[in-house]
């Protein structure tokens, strides 16, 4: 990997590498159309899957669930509606929801779909993809989870802004930007989705370089309710503004 090339474009940092897998490229899209709204206002939602950079797009999965946690703590099942695309010769599904918050603070939106089979690993997988949604009054972006936990406020966020969030266990992970028209040429692979691992306490500092959506996305071993090993995929969605907004 050109690393003199890759440092122009974004800082990252990571220590010693601790045994995980590592997250796939091919993740749930998970975007708010606006991430910071009034108290009433509705906030509307779009999952799609595929390849974020490239546009690449496959056929959703139904969610298990589609969740909005309240600052207070409160889950709040969403209503999906089923969305059909046509790309080129091809019919593409995704979903959309609408959310209206009733208390001022920081929602969480979270998709979690069906565990699968991945080609070639008998360990089941199970996507969880995350968001924040921004609602008057800083309250409860810090919360701890079971897959990202933010350290940086994940919204209000410039280009080369120093972020940090922790997950449970240290993990390799991947990081890429989401392109609605991907550029032609596409950029050699090392310039599309950037790699990085966390330090020994499960911590991600990077900085990303360009307005728009970003994914993190990072595996971590786990077990079921009948004790058989599951791999989660936490990929948690951030919205950079441009730095003239």
């Excluded at 999952?47 to 797009?57: I, K, Q």
């Excluded at 909005?68 to 969305?83: F, H, M, N, R, Y």
């Excluded at 032609?184 to 990077?206: C, V």
Aim: with cysteine.
């Amino acid at each position: 990997m050109p690393l003199g090339i890759l440092f122009r474009w974004i800082f990252l940092f990571a220590t010693v590498f601790l045994w995980t897998a590592s997250a796939p490229c091919h993740f749930p899209v998970l975007t708010l159309e606006q991430n910071e709204i009034q108290l009433g206002s509705p906030g509307h939602i779009h999952l799609r899957y595929g390849h974020p950079f490239e546009a690449e797009w496959e056929n959703c999965p139904k969610p298990l669930s589609l969740m909005a946690q309240t600052p207070e703590g409160t889950s709040i099942p969403l209503d999906l509606k089923k969305v059909e695309a046509t790309i080129g010769a091809r019919t593409i599904v995704s979903f959309r929801a609408q959310y209206v918050p009733t208390t001022r603070g920081d929602h969480k939106i979270v998709a979690t779909l069906a565990p699968k089979k991945t080609q070639g690993d008998q360990t089941p997988v199970q996507e969880i993809a995350s968001t924040w949604l921004h609602v008057q009054q800083e309250k409860g972006w810090d919360k701890k989870n079971d897959g990202w936990t933010s350290m940086t406020r994940p919204y209000g966020l410039f280009p080369g802004m120093v972020f940090q969030a922790r997950l449970p266990k240290p993990a390799s992970f991947e990081f890429e930007l989401l392109n609605e028209r991907p550029p032609a040429p596409l950029p050699k692979p090392s310039l599309i989705t950037f790699a990085a691992k966390t330090d020994a306490q499960g911590i991600a500092t990077l900085s990303l370089p360009k307005p728009g959506w970003w994914a993190l996305a990072a595996g971590q071993e786990s077990i079921d309710s009948n004790g058989k090993p599951l791999r989660f995929v936490h990929v948690l969605w951030l919205k950079l503004d441009p730095l003239d907004k």
